[in-house]
């Protein structure tokens, strides 16, 4: 009976505490989201950074409802942890209805259009977008004067937003020209977003519509944001792939937003294998590096070392901060190696998919399963139908071991994170059979 009591008084209590919430939210969202507006409906990104609360109340009732659901927590062997764990697991809770955005961030030549399609592939409930941040970046190239890095970071955080609440209105201030009427032939590799070319977002083709404007399964003409926007909002799921975001701090924000539901995805890969990579795809841009292949003479002082050390620098300071684990970021950052995927796909999917908290399609599983053990590799910098395992150690053969020592002398705390191990020599560089991977876990 006293424990019947118990859970009586506690029930009241929690009950009390949800109305004051209750009323404390309604008065805040009656200043920063509008009451008669569905939650789903295409959105302005929300910037509530001064106004979010410590959460007292609601940490409150997440112990009381914890207390209710595990009484035997007071003889338990928990750690400190695994119960904050559970409290969380039980307390997180927002107005996303259940639906999951995703944030693949990675830098160039890390194997991320590959690792894309891990979500692209998904189908039915997803909706995927591949760097659509590249129109803010040309804008910014074009542009006669260069937005600040914080700015500029920001700009990308409210994009981000916004797409993710289905809204294109940001990113339609900077993709040029300028779409009429919400219609635009100019979104960047349209065609590597699946639900872009569904037929639900095809407008008829124009006789005089050039063939880059085509989606690979149809035929379609020039994009209707409109459309875009309500193929979003009928898609469960939202991921987006983006090699354009440099300081992790300025998505707080993003990820505090109660309207949605993110997990960040971190990729990185050897940045030896990156300097390989980039020398081949953006051959021209790389000319000095080649020469400095032939030679052997790299000067440390020069722009494109600095350049590359900075490159590296960067990477490694998203990392830091996302395995610090700040309390915004808890259980909402995942870091993988590239190499890992390569060599057990599958698995990884499989743990970014948990991760995520999004049921592994059969369609997923399937295309890793055809994409990842191809006999032929297709051509084309953005392929992503390769031999995985065999692509992660592609690049020792094919970069100097000169140009392998600058990398380690600039980029060594880097790869020490990551655990990728050094070389001290050619011989030991083009062994395959040494593996330069440690073992490691990360989260």
Same mark, same amino acid.
């Given at each position: +009976?006293?424990?019947?009591?118990?859970?009586?008084?506690?029930?009241?209590?929690?009950?009390?505490?949800?109305?004051?919430?209750?009323?404390?939210?309604?008065?805040?969202?009656?200043?920063?989201?509008?009451?008669?507006?569905?939650?789903?409906?295409?959105?302005? $990104?929300?910037?509530?950074?001064?106004?979010?609360?410590?959460?007292?109340?609601?940490?409150?009732?997440?112990?009381?409802?914890?207390?209710?659901?595990?009484?035997?927590?007071?003889?338990?062997?928990?750690?400190?942890?695994?119960?904050?764990?559970?409290?969380?697991?039980?307390?997180?809770?927002?107005?996303?209805?259940?639906?999951?955005?995703?944030?693949? +961030?990675?830098?160039?030549?890390?194997?991320?259009?590959?690792?894309?399609?891990?979500?692209?592939?998904?189908?039915?409930? +997803?909706?995927?977008?591949?760097?659509?941040?590249?129109?803010?970046?040309?804008?910014?190239?074009?542009?006669?004067?260069?937005? $600040?890095?914080?700015?500029?970071?920001?700009?990308?955080?409210?994009?981000?937003?916004?797409?993710?609440?289905?809204?294109?209105? $940001?990113?339609?201030?900077?993709?040029?020209?300028?779409?009429?009427?919400?219609?635009?032939?100019?979104?960047?590799?349209?065609?590597?977003?699946?639900?872009?070319?569904?037929?639900?977002?095809?407008?008829?083709?124009?006789?005089?519509?050039?063939?880059?404007?085509?989606?690979?399964?149809?035929?379609?003409?020039?994009?209707?944001?409109?459309?875009?926007?309500?193929?979003?909002?009928?898609?469960?799921?939202?991921?987006?792939?983006?090699?354009?975001?440099?300081?992790?701090?300025?998505?707080?924000?993003?990820?505090?937003?109660?309207?949605?539901?993110?997990?960040?995805?971190?990729?990185?890969?050897?940045?030896?294998?990156?300097?390989?990579?980039?020398?081949?795809?953006?051959?021209?841009?790389?000319?000095?590096?080649?020469?400095?292949?032939?030679?052997?003479?790299?000067?440390?002082?020069?722009?494109?070392?600095?350049?590359?050390?900075?490159?590296?620098?960067?990477?490694?300071?998203?990392?830091?901060?996302?395995?610090?684990?700040?309390?915004?970021?808890?259980?909402?950052?995942?870091?993988?190696?590239?190499?890992?995927?390569?060599?057990?796909? +599958?698995?990884?999917?499989?743990?970014?998919?948990?991760?995520?908290?999004?049921?592994?399609?059969?369609?997923?599983?399937?295309?890793?399963?055809?994409?990842?053990?191809?006999?032929?590799?297709?051509?084309?910098?953005?392929?992503?139908?390769?031999?995985?395992?065999?692509?992660?150690?592609?690049?020792?053969?094919?970069?100097?071991?000169?140009?392998?020592?600058?990398?380690?002398?600039?980029?060594?705390?880097?790869?020490?994170?990551?655990?990728?191990?050094?070389?001290?020599?050619?011989?030991?560089?083009?062994?395959?059979?040494?593996?330069?991977?440690?073992?490691?876990?990360?989260?």
């Amino acid at each position: +009976m006293k424990t019947k009591y118990a859970i009586a008084f506690i029930f009241i209590v929690a009950l009390v505490v949800i109305e004051k919430e209750s009323n404390i939210l309604s008065m805040v969202s009656d200043k920063l989201i509008p009451r008669q507006i569905p939650l789903q409906t295409p959105q302005p $990104p929300l910037d509530y950074s001064n106004t979010t609360q410590n959460g007292s109340l609601a940490t409150l009732l997440k112990m009381l409802l914890y207390k209710l659901t595990d009484a035997k927590l007071n003889n338990s062997s928990l750690s400190e942890e695994q119960e904050e764990q559970k409290l969380d697991a039980l307390g997180t809770s927002n107005f996303s209805g259940g639906h999951k955005h995703i944030l693949l +961030m990675a830098a160039t030549r890390t194997g991320s259009s590959f690792v894309g399609e891990f979500f692209n592939q998904q189908r039915d409930n +997803m909706f995927y977008m591949f760097e659509p941040l590249w129109h803010v970046e040309r804008t910014q190239s074009l542009a006669d004067e260069a937005i $600040p890095g914080t700015e500029l970071a920001e700009v990308h955080r409210d994009v981000l937003q916004g797409l993710f609440l289905c809204d294109f209105s $940001p990113l339609e201030k900077f993709i040029f020209p300028p779409p009429q009427d919400h219609v635009t032939p100019d979104l960047f590799r349209r065609e590597s977003s699946s639900s872009l070319c569904e037929e639900s977002v095809c407008s008829p083709v124009i006789k005089d519509v050039l063939e880059r404007y085509h989606c690979k399964t149809r035929r379609c003409g020039p994009l209707n944001l409109t459309l875009a926007s309500e193929s979003c909002l009928s898609k469960q799921h939202h991921t987006i792939k983006t090699v354009r975001v440099r300081q992790l701090e300025t998505l707080q924000p993003l990820v505090e937003d109660p309207r949605l539901d993110v997990r960040v995805i971190q990729l990185v890969r050897d940045p030896r294998a990156i300097l390989a990579s980039r020398m081949v795809a953006f051959s021209s841009e790389y000319q000095t590096w080649k020469a400095w292949a032939q030679d052997g003479l790299v000067p440390d002082d020069d722009e494109r070392v600095k350049r590359l050390k900075g490159n590296c620098d960067q990477i490694r300071t998203l990392a830091e901060v996302g395995l610090s684990k700040p309390p915004w970021l808890k259980r909402r950052y995942m870091l993988v190696r590239y190499e890992d995927i390569a060599r057990y796909p +599958m698995q990884k999917a499989e743990e970014m998919y948990r991760f995520t908290g999004i049921p592994f399609s059969p369609q997923a599983r399937e295309w890793i399963l055809s994409n990842t053990q191809t006999t032929q590799e297709v051509s084309g910098i953005y392929s992503t139908q390769k031999n995985s395992s065999e692509q992660a150690e592609k690049w020792r053969s094919s970069i100097p071991f000169t140009l392998v020592q600058v990398v380690q002398r600039v980029c060594g705390p880097t790869l020490k994170l990551f655990g990728y191990r050094f070389v001290d020599d050619e011989k030991t560089l083009i062994d395959k059979s040494i593996s330069l991977l440690e073992d490691k876990l990360f989260n």
